[in-house]
């Protein structure tokens, strides 16, 4: 089984900054996949970016050029650098691995 901790929300101006971390713990060796999801107030969840093993990273459209997810293997740890944040950025955001999902982290503009 795999673990996951969130930290780095909270409360940040249109066009501010934020990093969000997620630090994986258990069998590590089974993750293939690490990205993070979103859910605004009365909207669906979604994909906001993910990163494979080997480094390929995908985004979704709404946050390329603004959002860099990364990976330090050694941490076993997931980044999400968001910059430029807009107020639609506002929801909880949710880190997972292929199987597992963690209890998320609220992102709010405080605009």
């Known amino acids: 089984q795999v673990q996951l901790v969130e930290s780095g929300g909270g409360l940040v101006q249109a066009g501010g900054s934020l990093r969000l971390s997620c630090a994986a713990s258990?069998?590590?060796?089974?993750?293939?996949?690490m990205g993070w999801h979103r859910q605004a107030p009365g909207k669906q969840r979604e994909l906001v970016a993910i990163?494979?093993?080997?480094?390929?990273?995908n985004y979704a459209d709404s946050v390329k050029g603004r959002f860099t997810i990364s990976r330090d293997g050694a941490k076993n740890t997931v980044y999400l650098q968001m910059n430029s944040l807009k107020p639609e950025d506002t929801a909880v955001y949710c880190c997972?691995?292929?199987?597992?999902w963690g209890q998320g982290t609220q992102v709010t503009d405080s605009s």
């Open positions: 997972h691995t292929d199987t597992t």
């Open positions: 258990g069998n590590i060796a089974s993750i293939n996949v």
């Open positions: 990163i494979i093993r080997g480094g390929i990273t």
